[in-house]
Nanobody
């Protein structure tokens, strides 16, 4: 079965960096689009970044120029490098893939940007 396991979250000061990882299993990773979403308390889930099977990337305007999504097909892992973090980046970050109409999410990892 499809499993997505995120790691790498934590507490970081404004201006700092974090690298999130999402280890995938149970499907042919290289054949699927992967995404990172985030959800802050009291807010709707937001699509942060997408990486296609040819490694083309798309970003939300709010993170463009600060975040980088990448994938390692040999390790079945998708990454989110987050630089110049702001307090408004505080959220639970989850990775995602869709297989047909079915969406799969990991359990999420908390990112808190605060002094």
């Amino acid at each position: 079965q499809v499993q997505l396991v995120e790691s790498g979250g934590g507490l970081v000061q404004p201006g700092g960096s974090l690298r999130l990882s999402c280890a995938a299993s149970g499907f042919s990773f290289s054949l699927y689009v992967m995404r990172w979403y985030r959800q802050a308390p009291g807010k709707q889930r937001e699509l942060v970044a997408t990486i296609f099977t040819n490694s083309v990337t798309v970003y939300a305007d709010s993170v463009k120029g600060r975040f980088t999504i990448s994938r390692d097909n040999t390790e079945s892992t998708v990454y989110l490098q987050m630089n110049s973090l702001k307090p408004e980046d505080t959220a639970v970050y989850s990775c995602n893939t869709f297989q047909g109409p079915t969406g799969y999410w990991g359990q999420g990892t908390q990112v808190t940007v605060s002094t």
